[in-house]
T-cell receptor, first 116, second 110 residues
Framework: GAVVSQHPSRVICKSGTSVKIECRSLDFQATTMFWYRQFPKQSLMLMAT?????????EQGVEKDKFLINHASLTLSTLTVTSAHPEDSSFYIC????????????FGQGTRLTVV | KNEVEQSPQNLTAQEGEFITINCSYS?????LHWLQQHPGGGIVSLFM???GKKKHGRLIATINIQEKHSSLHITASHPRDSAVYIC????????????FGKGTHLIIQP
C-alpha cells in the first residue's frame, strides 16, 4: 500500500519555541493532506485540510496563526506549532489522499509532542 | 456535522473468539474507514467502504448505507489483534477530512 512518512515521531520542546512536523507521501502525489490531533483518551480531531499550492482550511477553533501549514509540493506538507505551550502537548498525525474523488486515505506514523 | 458512535468502548475476549465492533453515524457519507491504532499511536487503515462488504484475512467489514451502520468482525481472534479499532467517516463531498469515533479498546487474552 501507499506510504506516508511523518517526522519526527517524538519531540520535546520548551514553552515558547516552535516545532515543525513533516508529512511526506513517498509513492504517490497527494493533492490533499489532512492534519489531525488526538488528546489523551480522546478521538482524533481534524485540525486542517492542506491543499497543494493554496492556503490551508482550518477547522473551527484551530488558530491558523499558531498552527502554520505549508503544502508547497505534491509530496510534502508541514505543520509548524508556533510559540508552543504545554496545552499543545498532543499526538499529531497527518493523512494523505491520492488525487481523485473519494480516494483512500493513508496515515503517517504520528508525532508525539510534549511541551515543557 | 456527523456524529460517529462506536460500541463497545472496551472489549476483552479470549483467544479464538469471534469479535464484532459496531459503528453508527448520523449523516450520509461518501466512505467509511476502519482503522487500527496501536499503543504507540500509529494508525493503519484496515478497510475503506462505500457499500457492501469487504474481507481481508480474518477481518470482515460490512456497511449498511440505509441504516447508517457498519460492523467490523474479527474471526479466530488472537492476542496480536489487541489494539484500538476506530471507525471514521468521510462526508458526502468525497473530499473532506475524516470524522472519527472514540474507538474500541480490544484486548484478546491468550
Amino acid at each position: 500500500g501507499a506510504v506516508v512518512s511523518q517526522h519526527p515521531s517524538r519531540v520535546i520542546c520548551k514553552s515558547g519555541t516552535s516545532v515543525k512536523i513533516e508529512c511526506r507521501s513517498l509513492d504517490f502525489q497527494a493533492t490533499t493532506m489532512f492534519w489531525y490531533r488526538q488528546f489523551p483518551k480522546q478521538s482524533l480531531m481534524l485540525m486542517a485540510t492542506s491543499n497543494e499550492g493554496s492556503k490551508a482550511t482550518y477547522e473551527q477553533g484551530v488558530e491558523k496563526d499558531k498552527f502554520l501549514i505549508n503544502h508547497a509540493s505534491l509530496t510534502l506538507s508541514t505543520l509548524t506549532v508556533t510559540s508552543a505551550h504545554p496545552e499543545d502537548s498532543s499526538f499529531y498525525i497527518c493523512s494523505a489522499r491520492a488525487p481523485g474523488w473519494n480516494t483512500e486515505a493513508f496515515f503517517g506514523q504520528g508525532t508525539r509532542l510534549t511541551v515543557v | 456535522k456527523n456524529e460517529v458512535e462506536q460500541s463497545p468502548q472496551n472489549l476483552t475476549a479470549q483467544e479464538g473468539e469471534f469479535i464484532t465492533i459496531n459503528c453508527s453515524y448520523s449523516v450520509g457519507i461518501s466512505a467509511l474507514h476502519w482503522l487500527q491504532q496501536h499503543p504507540g499511536g500509529g494508525i493503519v487503515s484496515l478497510f475503506m467502504l462505500s457499500s457492501g462488504k469487504k474481507k481481508h484475512g480474518r477481518l470482515i467489514a460490512t456497511i449498511n448505507i440505509q441504516e447508517k451502520h457498519s460492523s467490523l468482525h474479527i474471526t479466530a481472534s488472537h492476542p496480536r489483534d489487541s489494539a484500538v479499532y476506530i471507525c471514521a467517516v468521510r462526508g458526502g463531498g468525497g473530499a473532506d477530512g475524516l470524522t472519527f469515533g472514540k474507538g474500541t479498546h480490544l484486548i484478546i487474552q491468550p
